[in-house]
Antibody, heavy 117, light 108 residues
Framework: QVQLQESGPGLVKPSETLSLACIVS????????WSWVRQPPGRGLEWIGH???????NYKLSLESRVTISLDTSKNQLSLKLRSVSAADTAVYYC???????????WGQGNLVTVSS | SYDLTQPPSVSVSPGQTATITCSGD??????AYWYQQKPGQAPILMIY???ERPSGIPERFSGSTSGTTVTLTINGVQAEDEADYYC???????????FGGGTKLTVL
């Protein structure tokens, strides 16, 4: 059974870079697409972007200038970097596997990141 | 930007049928997916490719599509179905993912 586990700081200062990792177990990241999704407190899901097993990426247009998603095949993990954060970036951040049907079939438990000085 | 529109809330009594709609201009050309999310938990995939149900999802959950609207139907709603439900698809380009705003299902 595939499992995903996000990790990273729970508090980031405004204007700094948010960095999260997602370790994948029970399967290789060398297959499928992998996605990051976030959810501000009390609000809905927001797609951030995804990366293919070959490393090609697609990002939400409004975040594209600040976000980078990458794969580390040696660690079987994916990562998220979001630059120049503000309070509006406070959210629970989820990583998810995207299966061959385009469905996010496995999710991490989520990592709450608060942007505050 | 491209939007998927869902009703903010739906309420039903136990045993009744709940229908949650999701509307978007590009839905006739792109697959839709449905996720269930309970408080403090990660989303769970309930429906993929408009109408397909993953293994382990109860048969009372079904998906359908008609034109620019996809629908999640829950037959014989149970108390445990109370949750937020999100539809997901892609924008007109087919390369960027979009979520609907979510629908809170209340079981009366």
């Amino acid at each position: 059974q595939v499992q995903l586990q996000e990790s990273g700081p729970g508090l980031v200062k405004p204007s700094e870079t948010l960095s999260l990792a997602c370790i994948v177990s029970g399967g290789s990241i060398r297959s499928y697409y992998w996605s990051w999704v976030r959810q501000p407190p009390g609000r809905g899901l927001e797609w951030i972007g995804h990366i293919s097993y070959r490393g090609s990426t697609n990002y939400k247009l409004s975040l594209e200038s600040r976000v980078t998603i990458s794969l580390d095949t040696s660690k079987n993990q994916l990562s998220l970097k979001l630059r120049s954060v503000s309070a509006a970036d406070t959210a629970v951040y989820y990583c998810a596997r995207v299966n061959s049907y385009g469905a996010k079939d496995f999710w991490g438990q989520g990592n709450l990141v608060t942007v505050s000085s | 930007s491209y939007d998927l529109t869902q009703p903010p809330s739906v309420s039903v009594s136990p045993g009744q049928t709940a229908t949650i709609t999701c509307s978007g201009d590009a839905l006739p050309n792109h697959n839709a997916y449905w996720y269930q999310q309970k408080p403090g938990q990660a989303p769970i995939l309930m429906i993929y490719n408009d109408t397909e149900r993953p293994s382990g999802i109860p048969e009372r959950f079904s998906g359908s599509t008609s034109g620019t609207t996809v629908t999640l139907t829950i037959n014989g709603v149970q108390a445990e179905d109370e949750a937020d439900y999100y539809c997901q698809s892609t924008d007109t380009s087919g390369s960027r993912v979009v979520f609907g705003g979510g629908t809170k299902l209340t079981v009366l």
